[in-house]
């Protein structure tokens, strides 16, 4: 299978199976270079199983895959060079320090200058400060900071996020999106899968809903919310959602509308 010019992936009818079980039904999506590409889905509808393949955990029982021109069967350990894997749950080393844990990873990788290498990636994340501190004692948001930090050692040019923000409260997952953003605006391509509705909808340029092991949409959100018919100006008493409270609250985020006032909505 050909990568098309400025493309990062692609994925053209991917099966497979465990068992009984049909879990990729023939998923088919290209993921444009230094993008955010959002899988979206329900629990049990084969995001994590696509991420695993794209990884080379898991060979295809049919179709093909291409990471960075790479075939991921036949050219396994090119795309595992170009890659990086940020599971569901942070992987870091509780013991370790922040910048220990990251100094660890880039002697794995055979880096030169691996200090400066982890202390570029502390102050990239908003680390410094906690750097020589335990990783035992950091927040969540902070932990999934650093797990994201390790798997940029050595610059991989594409990085799969399998539900990064899974368990965090609100103001941790606004770090991480904050971290993922920033990802793509220094060039790194941005798998992510979730099936938080709103994290697609802030993170994404494109998202892609997998349901029963298929591709049953595709495209931005503006194409997305096209596919629903036009919604009607109307007004409405807007009250703050409890988020917006809790942000408000703690001091996070921009202040959110006063609860009561009336508004217009416009069409979402």
Known sequence: MTTRPGEAIRVRGLEKSFGDLHVLRGTDFAVARGSIFALLGSNGAGKTTVVRILSTLLRPDAGSATVEGFDVVARAADVRESISLTGQFAAVDDVLTGRENLVLVARLRHLDDVGRVADALLARFGLTDAARRRVATYSGGMRRRLDIAMSLVGD?????????????????????????????RQGTTVL??????????????????????RIIANGTLADLRRLLPPAEVEHVEKQPTLEDVFLAVVGTGTAVAAAGRTRVEEPR
């Open 192 to 213: 992510l899968t979730t099936q938080y509705l709103d994290e697609a909808e802030q993170l994404a340029d494109r998202i892609a809903i997998l349901h029963e092991g």
């Open 156 to 184: 991989p040019p594409v990085i799969f996020l399998d539900e990064p923000t899974t368990g965090l409260d609100p103001q941790s997952r606004l770090e991480v999106w904050n971290s993922v953003r920033e990802l793509a």
